[in-house]
């Protein structure tokens, strides 16, 4: 396995990435959430809410990461020699 400095550097813009991409997503999905529960006539709606957000973060700013190394790894890799 190949840990070359611009594979990092993908992780590290993958990142980034997932980031600037979950700020603004969160709420849209806090809003459709909040309504959800609401209807349903729940009571601990900041506990899911707060669950929700860590989750969608945690799989975000994964996914973006493993692609963003993958990226890096791909366009940072010396041609092979025939």
């Known amino acids: 396995m190949d840990y070359s400095l611009s594979a990092w550097l993908g992780a590290l813009a993958g990142t980034i990435v997932g980031v600037a991409i979950y700020v ?8 459709r959430m909040r309504a959800m529960i609401a209807a349903q006539g729940d009571d601990t709606l900041d506990e899911k809410l707060s669950i929700g957000r860590r ?3 945690a799989i975000d700013v ?3 990461a493993t692609v ?3 990226i890096g790894s ?8 025939l």
Do not use: D, K, M, T
Request: some cysteine; proline content about 12%; aromatic content about 8%.
């Open 68 to 70: 963003g190394y993958w």
């Open 24 to 31: 603004p997503s969160i709420r849209v999905i806090e809003q």
């Open 62 to 64: 994964a996914i973006c």
């Open 74 to 81: 791909a366009l940072g890799s010396p041609a092979p020699h």
């Open 55 to 57: 989750i969608i973060l």
